[in-house]
């Protein structure tokens, strides 16, 4: 089964607005990645925190980490209609082994 | 460099054929991940490489499911006797370099567009 959920499960706000997504997690952690992925294409890498971090910024992008709650949330603020995609939370597992696992993700929509 | 590319683009086969899907990594990266994503869903990990060994195979769902890097390069996942519930959107990635086990740092993946198999 899959390591994090996302939510909202989908998300409709107005460009400008801003944007914020959660995600959770069961067990020991890593680090936990960001990905966006636009309708039709591959996945692209956002942002990362490690599990030793608890908040962290790249353009208008913040991520928070709450270890103990296992939980992380993504911002966008003054969201673009170009933000339009599915965003998943993803973590690299502490338990050993290699697994890298994803949410079901969460659909934003930003109309213009 | 060119990016993860990955072929074909589109797989339609039969129920109980064989199929070979096909991931070119991006030039110089020794780590490389399968992943397949169904509809609605995350993408789900099937198999981690490092350079041409699997470091980890605990996703793969069953034995009709393979994968090989021969050369440390190119990977090939590979699927038996296909069944309806196989049909997804297969991707993979790379990243620059090996990860230990337990390690917190990270090398950012790269994913290719996937192949969508279909199997009918």
């Known amino acids: 089964s899959q390591q994090g959920e996302e939510d909202p499960q989908a998300l409709s706000i107005q460009e400008g607005e801003n944007a914020t997504m959660n995600c959770s997690y069961k067990?020991?952690?890593?680090?936990l990645q960001w990905y966006r992925q636009n309708s039709g294409r591959g996945l692209v890498h956002l942002i990362l925190i490690r599990s030793n971090e608890r908040e962290k910024h790249s353009g208008r992008l913040r991520v928070t980490l709450d270890t103990s709650k296992k939980s992380s949330s993504l911002l966008i603020t003054a969201s673009r209609a170009a933000d339009t995609a599915s965003y998943f939370c993803?973590?690299?597992?502490?338990?050993?082994?290699?697994?890298?696992?994803f949410g079901a993700g969460t659909r934003l929509f930003v109309k213009a | 460099g060119a990016g993860v590319s990955q072929t074909p683009s589109n797989k339609v086969t039969e129920k109980g054929k064989y199929v070979e899907l096909r991931c070119d990594p991006i030039s110089g990266h020794t780590a490389l991940y399968w992943y397949r994503q169904s509809l609605g869903q995350g993408p789900e990990f099937l198999i981690y490489f490092q350079g041409t060994g699997a470091a980890d195979d605990s996703g793969l769902p069953n034995d009709r499911f393979f994968a090989v890097r021969p050369e440390g390069s190119v990977s090939t996942l590979k699927i038996q006797r296909t069944e309806r519930g196989d049909s997804a959107v297969y991707l993979c990635a790379s990243s620059l370099r090996r990860r230990l086990a337990g390690d917190s740092s990270y090398n950012e993946q790269f994913f290719g567009p996937g192949t969508r198999l279909t199997v009918l």
């Open positions: 993803a973590t690299d597992l502490n338990t050993g082994g290699f697994k890298t696992i």
């Open positions: 067990t020991s952690i890593n680090n």
